[in-house]
Each structure stands twice: as C-alpha cells, then as structure tokens.
C-alpha cells in the first residue's frame, strides 16, 4: 500500500530534488510512516512507507542491494519461501528479506524476466545504473496501480494519479474519450489511458522500460488456457482447490491486524473461515474482525441473518453497518470524497464508513472479490467442444447418477450470446443528452455498439464465462477502486481469490460438477462453515437499493444540479431527466442518467 513516485529526465538533465521531495510527500497520506527519495543525476525515486506486512517493519525505500540497482516498490509476494528457495543457489540469505528486496534479487538473478517468477499484487520501478535504464512492471491482475507521463524529455510515474498531476510539465487536459466512456458505460473501457491526456495506466501484466530516449511497453503474461486437468478421485480435486486457496487466504495474513469483508454468501465467508482457522495455528496471530452491510427496511435482505450465523461458527466478531440509513452521494454534501477521476459510486457516505470501520483494526482488508467470477459455471456444451465425447458422456452420467437431476447446458453462456444478438437499436439505449459534437468528435456511437455489442467469442474451451469476467475492462475499474489513491484511506485489500495458483488450477478444471452452484467451494468448506451457510443458495439482493431509494426519495440536488461551465463540452444539461420519483418500470436506467450529475460535481471538484 505504499507510496511510490518517479522522475526520469531523458535528456540527461538532473532531477530537482525539491520537486521529487514534493510529489513524494504528496502520498503521506497513504504513507505517512516515512516519505523518502533518492536521486542521482537525471532519475529520482520516491517513497512513502505504511509497512502492511511484518518483513515490512524494519523496510526502507528507495534501497539497493548494491548501490547500483535502486527501486521503489508497492508489493507484497505470494509464495515467499518458494522464490527464496529458488534464489538460495546464489548464497545470499533471504529469510528476512523485505518483499522489495526480494524483487532486487529476482532482477539480480533472472533480468527483465524475474517478474515470470514473482506471484502476488506489486508495482515497482527499478533503476539500472549499470545500463542505464528503468524497469517498472504491474502484478498480473492489476491490483496494484501504476500511472505514468511521457510529456518531452521527462518521464514521471506514480502509483497515485494525483501526485503525477502535481508535476509542471504534466497537463490537466481532459481525455475525451475516456469521458465518453464514463459516460456510456460508468468506467474507461481502455485500460491504457486515463481521464487525463497526459496520464497513462501501466497495464496489468505489463512491464514499462525506459533506456536511453525511448520508451516502451509490453506485456509479460496473460491468463492462460492449458489442458483440462483432471482427478481419478473427486476428493482429490477438493483437496487441492482447498489446499490452494487455503496457501493464498495464508499469504495474505502476513500483517498485524486485518478485517474480513463479509457478506452471508459463500465467496467471503469462505474466506473468513480459512483466516479464522490459520489464526489460531499461527504463531504471531493477526487481529481478525468482520465488517458486513445489511439493510432492514428499504430493501428485502437477509445478508445479516448468514453473516451472524458464520460470525458465530468461526469465533468472529462483526461489525455491522445498517445500509438504510445512508444518503446517495452524501446527500449533496460539498465535501464528498473527491476521486482523481469520474467514479461511480452513489453510496459514497456508506463507503466512506466501511472504509473508517475497517481503519480501527488495521491497515488490510480482506475479500472475496473474484470468487464470483472465477467459479462462474459453464455445462455441457463447452464439454461437448472441448472434449472427446466419451468423457463428455461419463461427466455428465456420473452427475445425473450423483444429483438425480440433468446437467446444465451451459445456459449462462447461452444467454449472453442471446443478450448480444438481441441488443436494442442504439437508438433505444444510447443517451440522447450528449453533446453531439463531442460524441462525433470521439465515435461514441460506433463505441457504443461496439462494447454492447461484441463478437460472441469464446477465448477459454471450458471455462468461457470465467475467463471472460476475469478478462473484461470493468474488473479493473472494480479493482483500482480499491486502492488508497482513489479511496484516499490507507487501506490495502488482498483478494485470495485472484491468487495466480488457484487461479491456474480452477481454470483448468472440467465444469461438471465442480462449477454448478459453486459445487467445488462448497464441499472444500465442508466443516468449515456452518451448513445454513455453506448449502445457502446464490442468491444477489432483491432489489437495488440505489434504484429503491430514487424511486423513494425526494432529491432535489440530484435532479436539479446546476451544472459547471465545462459540462456542456460533453452534455446538454436540459436534455438530462429526473431520476428521482420515477416508475420502477418506466424502462430507463438510473445508473446511466445519474452519470452527468457525477462527471458535474466531479469536474467541479477539479475547478475549484
């Protein structure tokens, strides 16, 4: 969760200290600990300390092995002794090697290619003086952040767009397209760019390298499709997949005191439940609490009776915050949480309070983000293409003999090829308040049909609907959203479930049984959970609390918002309707008319 920055003058000029100092100590905030820089010649690097796990105690960034090789890092590792073992051949003792310091002997040992032997959430720049050059890369699934400026001679980067925008030569031009998106769709669909023109997103899974003048990115890794993976013996499977989630909830204990947040359902109270039980094993025990939302009355909910039924099984204490009773955007307030860039987020007064309730009982938070996606089912017609049809024919007896029932046919990814081919005409659903200039000037139409209506291509043999969920754009703005620098909390959220080692080993997994009903993470929590939880069907809330309380609620602020100046560069505020008291049924989607009111109070915000 630390801090990082950087300066890279490519023309050989010095790198101002003063300036360096000042960006660096613009992340205090999520690094108040310490707020350090080193320089040399024409490149600088930046820290700011919030040690989140227990090598991290005695960690000092920027540092070197050697006097040489410097960088500044945002990264906590999986599989810490596992890449120990493997450096161990070269003498050095790494057992209490900080996680940056690992990375520095990764590099030592293996180059540009050490991040192929890395596992966990990082970011860090490396700077070369033997070659001269700078070495940046982000984590495989992008959970750290990691931003960047090329503008003339100068490169600058950070894990924190805001402190990017404090530098002089970087400009605060907007990103029209980046606009348009938000726009359309609530988040960029380009994981390249930003809001800003200037400011540029490393993506995940790539590395940036900086040698002499020129600058360049690639990509190191992408999620992989491999040969299906199967077990004589079901228990078998179960064993491993428990065994492998069990490593990555492990992994991600390494710190003081974390909270849990806990929903009724089965992904985070799985969770819950590994950490509780590794707790009590562990010889330096972390703090562990929970943190669930329910509501009582504007929503049908039942999220709190689950929650206190796991919270009682694992011996874990709850803090439960009542979701009624929290206005949308703050109620209009004028001092909301200002995002670095258009967010949407309506219950910013509920995140506000998760966010501070967590705080009190440390700096890490735990989640069950991912499960959804990665456990996501498919049946019987990607088996069908995928594997030879007496297997197909074995799988799927062997369930009608287990379950008494026939097997799903894949109908999830049946009814997303469906929904894309019968996607209304533009005209229905593209928003008819935009500036029309603007739309024109950057495509939206044509980007409109093109992202709501994309080809019906399976990229995973067995496990499409997975693999597309953890591929898509929106699962980074999912992900980003979680960091210090939007969220503005130091925070640091771990998600077992994007663990690089059982994302592999699920992947590969046949879809029957183990991905119907989430069948393989229910019978790996076999005495683990209680069984009214672990046998609870997948059940999403009822009903959307954000459209409940439109339709309940009076909100003259949100429907009569004055608009900015700069707005009408991007919408016709009179075209825009009230979104407040509208029928439930009148077909439209809040979510998007809600939109220009965000980007308005956002760019008012950046204005001032």
């Known amino acids: 969760m630390s801090g990082i920055a950087g300066i890279l003058n490519l023309d050989g000029a010095p790198v101002e200290s003063r300036l360096l100092q000042n960006l660096t100590e613009a992340m205090a905030f999520r690094g108040p600990q310490a707020q350090t820089i080193w320089a040399k010649g024409r490149v600088g690097l930046g820290h700011a300390l919030l040690p989140t796990t227990f090598e991290a105690q005695r960690e000092q960034q920027p540092c070197s092995l050697d006097g040489e090789v410097w960088i500044t890092a945002d990264a906590r590792l999986d599989d810490r002794a596992g890449l120990q073992q493997r450096l161990a051949p070269r003498g050095d003792n790494l057992a209490a090697a900080t996680d940056a310091e690992l990375i520095l002997h990764a590099y030592r040992a293996w180059g540009e290619e050490c991040v192929q032997h890395l596992l966990g959430d990082f970011c860090f720049a490396l700077w070369d003086g033997r070659q001269q050059r700078l070495f940046c890369a982000r984590d495989h699934f992008g959970v750290k952040l990691f931003y960047y400026a090329h503008v003339g001679n100068t490169l600058v980067f950070s894990n924190t767009l805001n402190v990017i925008r404090r530098h002089p030569a970087v400009s605060s031009r907007l990103n029209e397209l980046a606009i348009g998106d938000f726009l359309l769709f609530g988040y960029n669909v380009d994981p390249a760019t930003t809001t800003f023109t200037d400011i540029r997103r490393l993506q995940p899974a790539h590395i940036l390298i900086a040698s002499g003048t020129q600058v360049h990115t690639r990509r190191y890794w992408q999620l992989p499709i491999t040969e299906p993976l199967r077990f004589q013996r079901p228990a078998d499977c179960v064993a491993r997949f428990k065994e492998l989630l069990q490593q990555a909830v492990t992994d991600r204990l390494r710190t003081d005191g974390l909270t849990v947040w806990m929903s009724g359902g089965l992904d985070s109270t799985s969770v819950a439940g590994l950490a509780a039980a590794r707790r009590a094993e562990s010889g330096r025990p972390a703090t562990l609490a929970a943190m669930s939302v329910y509501y009582d009355h504007l929503i049908p909910d039942d999220e709190r009776e689950y929650a206190e039924s796991a919270g009682r099984a694992l011996n874990l204490p709850i803090h439960f915050l009542l979701g009624d009773r929290y206005p949308l955007f703050d ?155 939007v969220t503005g909390v130091p925070l640091e959220f771990r998600l077992p479930y994007l663990d690089l080692r059982l994302v592999n080993f699920t992947l590969a997994l046949p879809p029957l049984p183990w991905f119907v009903n989430k069948e393989l993470l229910r019978r790996a929590t076999a005495g683990l959970l209680p069984e009214k939880v672990r046998r609870r069907p997948k059940t999403p809330l009822r009903e959307d609390s954000l459209v409940k309380l439109l339709q309940r609620e009076k909100m003259p602020w949100l429907d009569d918002f004055t608009p900015v100046p700069a707005l009408a560069e991007f919408v016709i505020r009179a075209a825009v309707p009230k979104v407040t008291g509208r029928p439930l049924n009148d077909g439209s989607d809040p979510y998007v008319h809600l939109r220009p009111f965000v980007l308005n109070r956002w760019l008012q915000h950046m204005h001032a």
């Open 331 to 485: 109620g209009g307030s004028a001092t909301a949480p200002h995002f670095p860039e258009p967010v949407e987020e309506p219950m910013t007064a509920l995140l506000t309070d998760q966010l501070q309730t967590s705080l009190a009982n440390g700096n890490v938070v735990l989640t069950g983000d991912g499960g959804d996606e990665l456990l996501f089912p498919s049946g019987l017609a990607q088996m069908a293409r995928s594997l030879p049809l007496p297997q197909v024919l074995h799988d799927a007896y062997a369930y009608v003999r287990s379950r008494k029932e026939l097997p799903p046919l894949g109908l999830g990814l049946r009814a997303r090829l469906r929904a894309w081919r019968q996607q209304a005409p533009v005209a229905d659903d593209y928003p008819n308040w935009l500036n029309q200039s603007f739309a024109q000037r950057c495509g939206l139409p044509e980007r409109w049909r093109a992202v709501t209506r994309p080809k019906a291509e399976v990229r995973h043999p067995l496990r499409p609907g997975a693999y597309y969920r953890l591929t898509m754009p929106y699962w980074q703005s999912v992900l980003e959203f979680n960091d210090p620098g």
